[in-house]
Nanobody, 127 residues
Framework: QVQLVESGGGLVQAGDSLGLSCAAS????????LGWFRQAPGKEREFVAA????????HYADSVKGRFTISRDNAKKSVYLQMNSLKPEDTAVYHC????????????????????WGQGTQVTVSS
């Protein structure tokens, strides 16, 4: 069982940067693939970024590629999302997610691939 708690959301202006953190509980954190998803009002949850349990593989949505960076620290049982050059369309509730990874390079980009979810943290980008 894994519990995830996000932090770091807030209100920023377009062009600003913001960093999100997700702290996890559980004894086998290092074997989990970790992802970030977001959901804007009236829209479906969408993939943002994922990182393999080894940290060697990452995958990004086209909409955030080059602006967002996902990273993890297995010793701290945490995953991070650094968001730069934020745009109003990045406004959403951001959720971290975890799943047991079938391989060290596996990165999943669909919500159904993840078993554990955090409650989310709101990110609002004003124009």
């Amino acid at each position: 069982q894994v519990q995830l708690v996000e932090s770091g959301g807030g209100l920023v202006q377009a062009g600003d940067s913001l960093g999100l953190s997700c702290a996890a509980s559980g004894r086998t954190f290092s074997s989990y693939v970790l992802g970030w998803f977001r959901q804007a009002p009236g829209k479906e949850r969408e993939f943002v970024a994922a990182i393999s349990w080894s940290g060697r593989s990452t995958h990004y949505a086209d909409s955030v590629k080059g602006r967002f960076t996902i990273s993890r620290d297995n010793a701290k049982k945490s995953v991070y999302l650094q968001m730069n050059s934020l745009k109003p369309e990045d406004t959403a509730v951001y959720h971290c997610a975890a799943a047991v990874a079938p391989s060290r390079y596996y990165v999943g980009s669909y919500p159904h691939e993840y078993s554990y979810w955090g409650q989310g943290t709101q990110v609002t980008v004003s124009s």
